[in-house]
């Protein structure tokens, strides 16, 4: 695994003529404030086989075209998260969104990005599912961006974001499938019929 330390580079997913944006923030769960987690932690957490293999425990990784389901905790928007490190202080600081790790687990650690402004970069699901830590379904975009695309995309009722349980709803729903076949030692085809059933059972038209 290779990391990139020039932060002149482009950074992936983004056109090599995109400005650099500001310095990486992200706002945990339970603190209000963004928490500036330093690029030596996460390059620590990255690079120590022990958190990586927590992590991949915590996944199902099912064919690249896929999305690799979230089954540890998560928070209110749905999103997967991952203690990496225990950390000391009042907030959950060690906490960090799951798709981010796994972004960064692929494509090396990404030393500027931040969560302030609508111009600063940000990570966004092409999939729509909170819940996915494929790398392949995640590029660096905008706020704005995200928010144009959530726009253009959440009343289309095969989109994840039309799931009438909610993002944390869907991912709780799908992750709780994995567990269960899991638990049951079934095989992949099985559990992946599985999640489909989940995933289904949020359509807005399978209410009636």
């Known amino acids: 695994m290779t990391f990139v330390d020039d932060a002149s580079l482009p950074l992936p997913g983004m056109p090599d003529s995109a400005p650099a944006p500001p310095a990486f ?3 945990l769960i339970g603190q209000p404030q963004p928490v500036r987690i330093p690029e030596r932690l996460w390059r620590s957490w990255l690079e120590d ?35 990496a490190a225990s950390l000391p202080g009042p907030s959950r600081r060690g906490t960090v969104p799951a798709y981010l790790f796994a972004y960064q687990l692929e494509y090396g650690v990404i030393s500027r990005l931040g969560w302030s402004n609508t ?11 909170a819940g996915c830590t494929n790398p392949a379904h995640m590029q660096l975009g905008t706020n704005r ?14 989109s994840s974001l039309a799931d009438v349980r909610g993002p944390a709803g869907r991912t709780r729903a799908i992750a709780a499938a ?7 030692n079934l095989d992949v085809a099985t559990v992946e019929e599985r999640i489909a059933a989940a995933e289904a059972a949020g359509r807005p038209l399978s209410l009636w």
């Open 178 to 184: 994995i567990r269960t076949g899991i638990e049951q």
């Open 49 to 83: 086989p022990a958190v990586v293999s927590r992590f991949e425990s915590k996944r199902f990784r099912c064919c690249r075209e896929q999305c690799w389901p979230w089954i540890g905790g998560g928070s209110s928007t749905g999103h997967g998260s991952f203690r």
């Open 25 to 27: 923030q992200m706002t």
């Open 145 to 158: 961006s995200n928010r144009s695309e959530y726009e253009l995309r959440r009343r289309n009722i095969a």
């Open 119 to 129: 111009d600063d970069a940000v990570l966004c699901h092409q999939c729509d599912f």
